[in-house]
Every structure is written in structure tokens, then in C-alpha cells.
């Protein structure tokens, strides 16, 4: 790519559909066209957002579990997206994925990346004793002063057991004294 072609892209403004989409406290950062003129798959300040003739709906960025995009040699791809949801205080469990295939990507794949990782202050991977595992993750929440401290289970029926639930209790405790050391 030329180094035309990339301040042309650097200083664009986003297509009128994605700025009629986003909301006023949104600002649209990176946005890519989606396959058989879908819509648009957004990144904004305050998450992920899909624009559709149907309207749009967002996946804040504390909510993404994990983004995974695969480029075209066209400059298109597919981003997968695992979005999270709070099945009770403190556990969060993984929804299906999602994927969006985009016709163009622009800088979307290098945006999404470093938001979603901004939002992670930590994650701790611990395995349950005979099988599986679970992962702590604490997260920048917006609006939020301090860290939000989440467990996610690789099977959801672990949420169940007793013992991967002690497990999840005690590692979580043991990272929250960590953090606040008397």
C-alpha cells in the first residue's frame, strides 16, 4: 500500500450509514464493509458495533472474550468474535461465536486487537483438578473506578461443581489479596 493510500485512510471519515448508526457519545474509530453489502462491522470508543439497514447493536469491549480476524488476499476476512455474558456476579460465560465476513478491513483488525487488550489488566489461566480449567480475568470496565475481577469456565457444567466452584473462589481470592496487599 502506498503511502498515499495510507493517509488517505488514516484521515477518512466514516461512510454516512455508520455515522448516522453510531450514537453522539460513540466516536467511530476503524470500520470495515461487510460482505454482500451487509452493512458495517464498527470499532468505537465504547465497543464493537454491527450497522445494518436493520439498525445496529453494540458488544461493549469489556464483553469481547476473544477476537480472532483471518485475512483475503482481496483485503477482506472474517473476524470471529466471542462475545461474554454474566450468567451470575462475578462468572461470565462464553456465547456462541459470531463471525463477520467484511469485504474490506481497513484498520479494524489493529483497532479491535488493541482495544480489546486494553480492557484486560490481567488474566490467569487455572486448571481444575481432573479436567478442563478456568480463566480469572480482570478488566477495565468503563464508568468503573476499579478493576472488575470475572472467572469464565471453560465448560459451563464446571459452574455446577462444587469443587471447580471452591477452586474458582479460592484462586479468586488469592489474586484479590495479591492486588491489595496489606
Not at 488476499?73 to 456462541?96: C, I, K, N, S, Y
Not at 461465536?97 to 467484511?102: G, Q, S, T
Amino acid at each position: 500500500m502506498s503511502l498515499l493510500d495510507n493517509l488517505r485512510r488514516r484521515f477518512a471519515r466514516p461512510p454516512e450509514q455508520v455515522v448516522a448508526a453510531v450514537p453522539p457519545d460513540e466516536d467511530p474509530l476503524a470500520w470495515g464493509a461487510l460482505a454482500r453489502d451487509a452493512g458495517w462491522l464498527v470499532a468505537t470508543t465504547r465497543g464493537l458495533r454491527r450497522v445494518s439497514g436493520s439498525g445496529s447493536d453494540l458488544l461493549p469491549w469489556h464483553e469481547v472474550g476473544h477476537a480472532r480476524w483471518a485475512a483475503t488476499a482481496d483485503g477482506g476476512g472474517t473476524f470471529t468474535v466471542t462475545p461474554l455474558t454474566e450468567v451470575e456476579p462475578g462468572v461470565q460465560a462464553r456465547l456462541p461465536e459470531v463471525r463477520h465476513a467484511l469485504a474490506g478491513a481497513g484498520d479494524l483488525p489493529a483497532v479491535v486487537r488493541r482495544r480489546v487488550d486494553q480492557t484486560i489488566v490481567t488474566s490467569r489461566r487455572v486448571p481444575l483438578p481432573g479436567r478442563g480449567g478456568l480463566v480469572l480475568v480482570a478488566r477495565r470496565v468503563p464508568g468503573q473506578p476499579v478493576r472488575e475481577w470475572t472467572v469464565v469456565f471453560d465448560d459451563d457444567a464446571d459452574r455446577e461443581d462444587p469443587a471447580a466452584r471452591e477452586t474458582a473462589r479460592q484462586k479468586l481470592s488469592e489474586a484479590l489479596a495479591a492486588e491489595s496487599p496489606d
